[in-house]
């Protein structure tokens, strides 16, 4: 099944605070205060994108940048102005987490068991985190009583 990413065409000024921190629900705290005045209006559709899996996450928007993972195991950075790929990140399941960035670095968790943390301008590695997720959720699933 293919989903499609739609973003709406958006202009609004951010602060230098903003600019340096992105993450689901506005703040480290995930407060879902935002420190930027919202979209005064909208203008219709601008892009759109197409990945080969649903994609049940918010995108991270970061300058120029929207970075967004998808169930086909890659995270993305869109160009917000076309909706070009800058880069993809493939991992080993599906990205479902909302990505985070700060510091230049894009922060996911993947269905693979792993976190990750990628440099932002290119999506080169920087390093991975394992976790026992994998595992422990296929096993608490398959004890579970039906």
Known sequence: MKALLILAAV????S???ESLASFRGDERHSGLFQYNGVPVL???KWKFTTNGPVVSTPAVIGTTAYVGSNDHYLYALDVATGAVQWKFKTDSRVA????????????????????ALVADTGRLAWKFST???????????RMPR
């Not at 202009?11 to 951010?14: D, E, G, I, R």
């Not at 960035?101 to 993947?110: C, E, K, L, Q, T």
């Open 132 to 142: 026992a997720f994998r595992r422990s959720i296929c096993t608490v699933r398959s």
């Open 97 to 116: 987490s909302s990505p985070a960035v700060s510091a230049g670095r894009v922060y996911f968790g993947s269905y693979d068991g792993n976190i990750y």
């Open 16 to 18: 230098a605070d903003a």
């Open 43 to 45: 203008h219709g559709l």
């Open 11 to 14: 202009s609004f000024a951010a």
